[in-house]
């Protein structure tokens, strides 16, 4: 007598419901898919490549040598560049997952079963955003504060992130300010934000991106409403894409099977392997706020 199996009956769930939750994950990972954190690096760390990339710290670039007399044929300098490496490790796995009696199954409307599946996309994307903003080693949260917590955020507390990030040379390119909802109408109290995300300039065409609300000064705006909690209030952030680097080294998959030993169940899971690794802390702030 042969037995079924979960590995044998493991293809009810259709492939399109896998999509699908692919489809959610990508449209509600905000920090994840648009640039803000540096995902450069993902490819060096592929399935079957181990768990840790090596990343250099460019140090080559932080000045040059002046040539003052032109016409003399003077030889040149060679630097001896030796690179500092900051290691990204993959060390997470997010998933969601549920289960249905098999008889359940049958009387189910397979348009539940599907806004399920889309609920684990959801869900992974969520806390894959969740730790960008709340690590406290190597997340938002681990960046030098300003502002204050649970108080309107100012232009003044604006500049002032702004400023850091020119002074450490961070490039104008992909920088992000992401505010939670309560601080995007603090901002909103800004005529510099009203005039820019509201208007013709800056406005957000309909295909953009989820969650993003334009572009003020040199930074695009983000709201998201799974950022850290401070005391009170919020942790805003500013960030230039470099400041983080992240590495999803399996982007959502999805599994299922039957249960037969605890009564049979059809499941299913859902789940991501990632990490996340600040890199340059200089080229971020925590912006307090409400």
């Known amino acids: 007598m042969a037995d079924m199996t979960g590995t044998t009956m493991a293809s009810w769930l259709p492939e399109q419901w896998s999509e699908l939750a692919t489809i959610t994950y990508r449209s509600n990972t905000i920090l994840w898919e648009n640039d803000i954190i540096d ?48 290691q990204l490790v993959v060390n997470t796995m997010a998933y969601k997952a549920f289960r249905i ?16 599946t889309d609920g684990i996309g959801e869900a992974v ?15 938002f949260d681990a960046l030098t504060a300003v502002g204050t917590d649970n108080v309107d955020i100012t232009e003044d507390t604006l500049f002032t992130a702004e400023t850091n990030l020119d002074d450490n040379n961070a490039k ?3 920088r992000h300010l992401i505010v939670s909802p309560a601080s995007r109408v603090s901002l909103l109290k800004i005529e510099a934000f009203r005039s820019s995300l509201y208007s013709g300039i800056g406005q957000v065409a309909a295909d953009e991106p989820y969650g993003l609300l334009g572009k003020v000064y040199s930074y695009n705006v983000w709201v998201s409403n799974n950022l850290e909690s401070g005391t009170s209030g919020k942790k805003n952030a500013m960030v230039q894409m470099e400041c983080i680097a992240g590495a999803m080294q399996k982007s959502i998959t999805m599994v299922s099977d039957v249960n037969i030993e605890d009564g049979i169940f059809n499941q299913v899971a859902g789940y991501a392997v990632y990490g996340i690794k600040l890199v340059k802390s200089a080229f971020g702030r925590e912006i307090a706020g409400k």
């Open 101 to 116: 009696p098999a008889e359940l199954t049958v009387q189910t409307m397979p348009s539940y079963v599907a806004l399920l």
């Open 172 to 174: 104008a390119e992909n």
């Open 125 to 139: 994307a969520l806390q894959a955003d969740s730790d960008v903003a709340s690590d406290n080693s190597n997340g």
């Open 39 to 86: 995902r450069r690096w993902e490819p060096e760390l592929g399935v079957g490549r181990g768990d840790t990339v090596n990343i250099p710290g460019f140090t080559q670039n932080a000045s040059a040598t002046k040539r003052s007399t032109f016409g003399t044929g003077a030889s040149i300098t060679f630097t001896a560049v030796t690179e500092a490496q900051t």
